[in-house]
Nanobody, 125 residues
Framework: QVQLVESGGGLVQAGGSLRLSCAASGRTFSNYAMGWFRQAPGKEREFVAV????????YYADSVKGRFTMSRDNAKNTVYLQMNSLKPEDTAVYYC??????????????????WGQGTQVTVSS
């Protein structure tokens, strides 16, 4: 059974940094794209970043480009989201997800089939 467990969220002041992790199990994840999404209260879940299965190409939402960096360690079945220069508008629950087979860098929710439970990120002003 596929399981994704996010960690690393918390409370940080504006301008600070956090590093989220997503540990995956139940599949050989090196063959799949992995993505990060976020959902703020009262808003739709939105795309944040994606990394392809190999050689690890990345793509980011415009709102986080230049501030967030996604990476993966296939040996550990883990993906990371390094978040720098955080802003109050980055406050949300952050979710990682596994891409559907043969999808390179999906950016829509429909491009993913397994999701983690989420980790809260709160950025104070």
């Amino acid at each position: 059974q596929v399981q994704l467990v996010e960690s690393g969220g918390g409370l940080v002041q504006a301008g600070g940094s956090l590093r989220l992790s997503c540990a995956a199990s139940g599949r050989t994840f090196s063959n799949y794209a992995m993505g990060w999404f976020r959902q703020a209260p009262g808003k739709e879940r939105e795309f944040v970043a994606v990394i392809s299965w190999s050689p690890g190409s990345t793509y980011y939402a415009d709102s986080v480009k230049g501030r967030f960096t996604m990476s993966r360690d296939n040996a550990k079945n883990t993906v990371y989201l390094q978040m720098n220069s955080l802003k109050p508008e980055d406050t949300a629950v952050y979710y990682c997800a596994v891409g559907l087979p043969r999808r390179t860098v999906p950016t829509g929710r429909g491009g993913y089939d397994y999701w983690g439970q989420g980790t809260q990120v709160t950025v104070s002003s």
